[in-house]
């Protein structure tokens, strides 16, 4: 470190108590500050962690403070899917308050339940489930309390804005707060509190608005991108030049001398730069990224050859077992098999991953966008060689999400650089090329399909064979599976394979096949893969909607009628009857102009999705244009209407983007996707309308919806495309190149 290195003496709880003001906006020390027994401010008085209460504990999930106001706490994370206004609404709503009185405290280790990660979907049905319980049980015992302090019958009690009184009588009355004098509702989650009759709710299904949307509309202060944290320096990240490279040289005496650099620091093939300011650690990063040397990994495959190289593997487990699946096709009056290849994908975040970090007293702070705060803890434990009881990680909204992406490596990249300068925050930001070449890629998928039909045009037998890499590869103990200790003097190994069921996610037909064979065959790809929204969801689903529109064709039906045909869901039947009535389907006859539909239910236990895509193709320009998309959504019980159509809406358009323009390339050294020129994104000029129309069912329980969008809206702009141009587009991204030169 340089002599010149003065920055004022910072120590945690004067760290902590210097930052109360700032953090409250972005509520990463949620809540504490409004405590009635925190009076100072000070932010270091945390709460117990209600996950080492247990998750049966009432007070692991609903806390009503002396100052009137209520808590929730969820070990899930927000990342722009409206979670915190939602689970905040059923809370609200079966403890029988105004909004205005609750909060929530989001995905924080030393404060929250262990939910692992947010994704798949559910965190509505998991967190959401154990919420409302709590608050009903809550209730429950606030009533059982009230019984005894007004001497009236439970079921003579109604409660307003959490005030309870005597039917009747207002004047017989007393709040949740002063029937607890400031003690906390202890005991256990029975499970027997009745829950509120959906018709009797005044907060659930209505759109309430979300505040962080208020506050990304006024420039507020909402991404872990954003804090700014006293004594806070800088630092940047030296990435190899591809997967594999050994370092074997800095300019770090040179570097070392430069304008408002603190240190240097290198560990094996890990390098870094920390500085005073952002710009001071770019321009030390510039510098080490010109004069470092290294020596090359091992050569990646031709790309050209990926999809051929994966259909090699002849190895497979069998989703769904059929002895009799060739016997059937074979004798079946019409046979048909089609090839279906999705390249890799990037989750393309808006904001390169940002994480900061904070080493003092023996203890780490980590803040983090990343989806798992206890498993990211985990593995930053063995990768430190920490107790994790040392480690807290505390979970901050990122700008861009989507699934498994930088922010793990970034929370890594923070707390080595955090243990090398005691005493002050670090920040790191990933630099837009270090998001597109290092985060783990949504996997490159093949299927091959077969199917037969009798004589009246009915599916008899369906055939799916699926390659794809793993689809997560998501920190949770092995530090191997972060990037920078893959990278370190004394390497950890990087675990292998990973999550595979994500392969044949939706592969499975929830129409009524009387045969069907799903086998799965894992490959272990080039590039690195992780969880992609949906995993391969949107690539299964995107084959089989396409397949069954093949298979209209060939038994000369209209693929609506087809497919009601062979579907007996009635939720399933009613949003593709929502998303035809939407689109016009009985109109859909113009030139050059055509109208797909898509349907699945999201893992076949989630939300109902179908979508219809209306497209125009001009011939003399080779130009294709996505006009419009309408879809039809059933998540059982709406909790907040706009927070689902917003949800919808984005997925249906991330899913057009990939459909249409995206794809990772990369040549026989790196990855050469490095920057919105080289991977393309749906622009907004290019967005198409959008509308989504939701099928409230309050009497059922609330389904998983973030992730339904994304294998229909894929299928239905396929399916569209074909009735433009006569074209069957079986590999993605559907270009206008591929039309012109498609023979099919």
Known sequence: MKDSFQLPPVNRRSFLKQSGQLLIGFSLFPMVMCSPDNKDGDQTKVEEQPGRAGADDIDSWIRLRENGTVTVITGKQELGQGIRTALMQMAAEELDVRMDRVSIITADTRQTPDERYTA????????????????????????????????????????????VQAKGNSQQSISYWELLSGKKISGKISGNAPLKNPADYQLVGQPLPRQEIIQM???????????????????????????????QAIPEQRVSKMPGVLRVVRNGSFAAVIASKEYQAIQALEALKAEATWESGPALPPQEELFQAMQKVREGQAVEESDSIQDTLQTAALQHEATYTRPYHMHASMGPSCALALWEENRLTIWTHSQGVYPLRNSIADMLQLDKEQIDVIGVPGAGCYGHNGADDVAADAALLARSLSGYPVRVQWMREDEHSWEPYGSAMVLQLRAGLDKQGKIVGWDTQIWSDSHSTRPGGEAGHLLAAQYLEDPFEKPSGGYSGGNHRNASPLYDFPDVRIVSHPFTGPLRTSALRALGAYANIFALESFMDEMAVLAKQDPLTFRMKHLRDERGQAVLEAAAKGIGWDMRSKTDHGLGIAFAQYKNEAAYFAVAAEVAYDRKAQELQLIRLVGAIDAGQTINPDGLKNQTEGGMIQSASWTLLEQVTYDNSRVTSRNWDTYPILRFRQVPEVEVLV???????????????????????????????????????????KILNNKS
Not at 139 to 156: G, I, P, Y
Not at 228 to 236: E, F, N, Q, T, Y
Not at 696 to 712: I, M, N, V
């Open 120 to 163: 798949g979907s559910r965190s509505i049905e998991s967190s959401g489930r154990a919420i409302r319980q709590a608050a009903a049980e809550a209730r429950m015992r606030l009533l059982q309390l009230a019984e005894e302090k007004l001497n009236v019958k439970a079921d003579q009690l109604v409660v307003r804005d959490g005030v």
């Open 695 to 737: 099928l409230d069912r309050p009497e059922l329980p609330p389904l998983g919806a973030g992730e339904t969008a994304q294998g229909p809206t894929a299928a239905a702009i396929a399916n569209a495309i074909y009735r433009a141009t006569g074209k069957r587009m079986r590999d993605l991204p559907i270009t206008p190149d």
């Open 217 to 247: 509309a006024t420039g507020g202060e909402v991404f872990v991108h954003n804090m700014r944290l006293p004594g806070m320096v800088h630092a940047r990240v030296l990435r190899p030049p591809g997967y594999g490279a050994t370092l």
